[in-house]
């Protein structure tokens, strides 16, 4: 959607973000933008490398809807003490969710309507061996 200065909408476009007040004219952002920093951030809230997480955005009328789809970090399974100590997936995803919308709208300067997250997989630390 383009909002122009006067903070008309208008246009046809649904990648557009406001103009600063007092500036004519509409600043126009890419989707492949969008969906680069929104994997940035993901991959930075989630704790996985960029290249591991897939993200989809689409404008609707009350805001951008995210799809992220990553691994979930977890924690070795013989380590019984990490285990016991790490919060539930459930609530892991909830407090992704909410981080991403916290950090994307600052970000991109846009209301997010929705965020949904798919955990594709896990992934466990690298053992690293002591000398």
Same mark, same amino acid.
């Given at each position: 959607?383009?909002?122009?200065?006067?903070?008309?909408?208008?246009?046809?476009?649904?990648?557009?973000?406001?103009? #600063?007040?007092?500036?004519?004219?509409?600043? /126009?952002?890419?989707?492949?933008?969008?969906?680069?920093? #929104?994997?940035?951030?993901?991959?930075?809230?989630?704790?996985?490398? %960029?290249? /591991?997480?897939?993200?989809?955005?689409?404008? =609707?009328?009350?805001?951008?809807?995210?799809?992220?789809?990553? $691994?979930?970090?977890?924690?070795?399974?013989?380590?019984?003490?990490?285990?016991?100590?790490?919060?539930?997936?459930? /609530?892991?995803?909830?407090?992704?969710?909410?981080?991403? %919308?916290?950090?994307?709208?600052?970000?991109?300067?846009?209301?997010?309507?929705?965020?949904?997250?798919?955990?594709?997989?896990? =992934?466990? $630390? /690298?053992?690293?061996?002591?000398?």
């Amino acid at each position: 959607m383009r909002t122009d200065t006067d903070g008309t909408a208008g246009g046809e476009s649904p990648r557009l973000a406001a103009a #600063a007040p007092g500036v004519a004219g509409r600043t /126009e952002v890419a989707e492949r933008v969008l969906v680069g920093v #929104a994997r940035a951030v993901s991959a930075d809230v989630i704790g996985v490398p %960029r290249g /591991e997480v897939s993200v989809g955005v689409a404008d =609707r009328r009350d805001g951008m809807a995210l799809k992220v789809s990553s $691994p979930l970090p977890v924690p070795d399974l013989d380590d019984a003490d990490a285990v016991r100590s790490t919060t539930p997936v459930l /609530e892991r995803a909830a407090q992704m969710q909410e981080q991403l %919308r916290e950090r994307l709208t600052h970000l991109l300067g846009r209301d997010i309507a929705r965020i949904d997250v798919t955990v594709t997989g896990a =992934r466990i $630390p /690298e053992r690293k061996r002591v000398r």
